[in-house]
């Protein structure tokens, strides 16, 4: 299967300080790469798709300025958690896929994010 | 909206076969079924995915009903790795409605 890489793999945090998570497709070009959030014992929620060149569509309820997510190139999605705060904690994996119809999605390894 | 079911959970011995159900009685024609896993602490992997016909790759086997109302994946030597909680997604080949969308899926637990 293909490839996707995150960085880092954990993170830990003041309140209040802004966070990056970088997200590479390593051996395919994704035309639209996916986040998703994960709490305890629950399942994975979706935050955004974003396309290749284009703002990203956000999922009911995620604010688009407490995540920014920028997909600049066909290997290279970032999302920035902006003004974290304990409550951001979770488990972010994000999620790529080629433009072809039908084609498969491939995940990430995830980021773990700790918000003192 | 939930668009699929499974049982929270199940459990087999090591060597044997794991055979986890799925049902999607309201799935659209054009529809895939899609089965990931996600152990632990990991980001789910992609294990197999179907349209009408029986699947088989290395890792499992997807067998769906002629109705296409439900499937199951067949892993057909289970070992203590293949624990996991699989999820099991049915998915628009493009389009807004071509992103997975994750229910709470099974948990297999594979005992020694």
């Known amino acids: 299967g293909a490839v996707v890489s995150q960085h880092p793999s954990r993170v830990i945090c003041k309140s209040g300080t802004s966070v990056k998570i970088e997200c590479r497709s390593l051996d395919f070009q994704a035309t639209t790469m996916f986040w998703y959030r994960q709490f305890p014992k629950q399942s994975l929620m979706l935050m955004a798709t974003?396309?290749?060149?284009?703002?990203?569509?956000?999922e009911q309820g995620v604010e688009k300025d407490k995540f920014l997510i920028n997909h600049a190139s066909l290997t290279l999605s970032t999302l920035t958690v902006t003004s974290a705060h304990p409550e951001d904690s979770s488990f972010y994996i994000c999620?790529?896929?080629?433009?072809?119809?039908?084609?498969?999605?491939?995940f990430g390894p995830g980021t773990r994010l700790t918000v003192l | 909206d939930a668009k699929t079911t499974q049982p929270p959970s199940m459990d087999c011995a090591e060597g044997r076969a794991a055979n986890l159900p799925c049902n999607h009685s309201?799935?659209?024609?054009?529809?895939?079924v899609y089965w990931y896993r996600q152990i632990h602490s990991q980001g789910p992997q992609y294990i197999i995915h179907?349209?009408?016909n029986n699947e088989t790759n290395e890792m499992a086997s997807l067998i769906i009903t002629e109705d296409r109302k439900s499937s199951t994946l067949i892993l057909p030597h289970a070992t203590l790795r293949d624990t996991a909680v699989y999820y099991c997604i049915v998915r628009y080949p493009t389009g807004a409605n071509s992103k997975l969308t994750f229910g709470k899926g099974i948990t297999l637990s594979v005992r020694p």
């Open positions: 999620s790529a896929r080629r433009g072809r119809p039908g084609d498969t999605q491939y």
């Open positions: 309201t799935i659209s024609g054009n529809e895939y």
């Open positions: 974003s396309n290749e060149g284009s703002k990203a569509t956000y």
């Open positions: 179907g349209l009408k």
